[in-house]
């Protein structure tokens, strides 16, 4: 989604910003946004802290709020998928390469 | 620096969540789903649905579908594992979010008295280890039994986009969708990382 969503507006996204947190993604407030997703979905307590204060400086109070809600979000999605068995899309399988991580074929 | 206040839509739908917890479900009764969210937070499991709502809740990746098996033939229906992975997926969302927004835990609510209401639909596997309406993707996962897939569709419209085809609005079909400044692509790295640390690939 990120490619497509990337794509719709013309944004020139490095997609292995999201394998490594070291690379910039292209996005405004990319590595806030990176920091905040890790602590909130690592339960980093102290660096939970210091990635709000960021995000916050960065991005202000509401889109730091909301970009936690939507980590929040994914923890739950990510749940329902693993839990059942639904790997990555056969015709997915190459977005791999584009992020710098392997994806898993879960099918077979 | 403080938290952040809780936001009034999340708050809202916290409170609908709660509510949905402590009331008996489709399989379970209220105090088994409350059981299953105290196990899912680490409370010692009794029984194979709270073992299932631990793993769900912290190794999800590490799922097999051996280990599924095993939850079947130790006496948990595929209905009930459906049930308890919808508790346990959105007391996530929920736990998470309140983590990141700098406030402790809520509570589990008290369960209220009661029987279960089985519902039977026409579900079947495609594509999943449990049946569905519909081929397995995000929003039919939890099909089976539909009050789950009613309030996960509730937690994810607030929380992220509605999961539907709009065009306008805060919906998954609005690629120029923007939520409290937060822009798409924005909201799609967000969600890609978690997905990488979860180590989930869909």
């Given at each position: 989604m990120l490619r497509a969503s990337a794509k719709h507006h013309g944004e020139d996204v490095n997609l292995l910003g999201?394998?490594?947190?070291?690379?910039?993604?292209?996005?405004?407030?990319?590595?806030?946004?990176?920091?905040l997703t890790e602590a909130a979905v690592l339960r980093d307590s102290d660096e939970m802290e210091r990635a709000r204060t960021?995000?916050?400086?960065?991005?202000?109070?509401?889109?730091?709020?909301?970009?936690?809600?939507?980590?929040?979000?994914?923890?739950?999605?990510?749940?329902?998928?693993?839990?059942?068995?639904?790997?990555?899309?056969?015709?997915?399988?190459?977005?791999?390469?584009?992020?710098?991580?392997?994806?898993?074929d879960r099918h077979h | 620096m403080s938290a952040i206040d809780i936001p009034a839509e999340f708050a809202a739908v916290h409170d609908r969540e709660w509510d949905r917890l402590s009331r008996p479900g489709t399989w379970l009764t209220g105090a088994e789903r409350v059981a299953v969210a105290a196990a899912a937070r680490g409370a010692a499991p009794s029984c194979a649905a709270e073992r299932a709502a631990a793993v769900i809740s912290t190794a999800p990746a590490t799922i097999t579908r051996d280990w599924f098996d095993a939850l079947l033939a130790d006496g948990l229906s595929i209905e009930q594992?459906?049930?308890?992975?919808?508790?346990?997926?959105?007391?996530?969302?929920?736990?998470?979010?309140?983590?990141?927004?700098?406030?402790?835990?809520?509570?589990?609510?008290?369960?209220?008295?009661?029987d279960p209401t089985p519902i039977t639909t026409d579900a079947v596997i495609d594509g999943s280890w449990i049946p569905t309406i519909g081929a397995a993707f995000p929003p039919t996962i939890l099909s089976a039994v539909p009050p789950e897939n009613e309030a996960m569709f509730d937690v994810h419209s607030v929380l992220y986009l509605a999961p539907d085809g709009n065009q306008d609005g805060p919906s998954m079909g609005n690629m120029s969708a923007i939520r409290d400044?937060?822009?798409?692509?924005?909201?799609?790295?967000?969600?890609?990382?978690?997905?990488?640390?979860?180590?989930?690939?869909?």
């Open positions: 999201v394998g490594d947190e070291h690379l910039d993604v292209g996005l405004p407030g990319g590595r806030v946004l990176s920091a960021q995000a916050i400086d960065v991005l202000g109070v509401d889109t730091a709020a909301r970009a936690i809600q939507v980590a929040g979000n994914f923890e739950m999605m990510n749940r329902l998928l693993d839990a059942v068995g639904v790997g990555p899309p056969d015709g997915l399988l190459g977005v791999g390469d584009l992020i710098g991580v392997p994806l898993p | 594992y459906v049930e308890v992975l919808g508790i346990v997926s959105r007391l996530r969302a929920v736990d998470t979010t309140r983590f990141g927004l700098g406030h402790f835990p809520r509570p589990l609510p008290e369960p209220t008295a009661g400044g937060l822009n798409r692509s924005q909201m799609e790295f967000v969600a890609a990382r978690t997905s990488l640390l979860n180590d989930c690939f869909f």
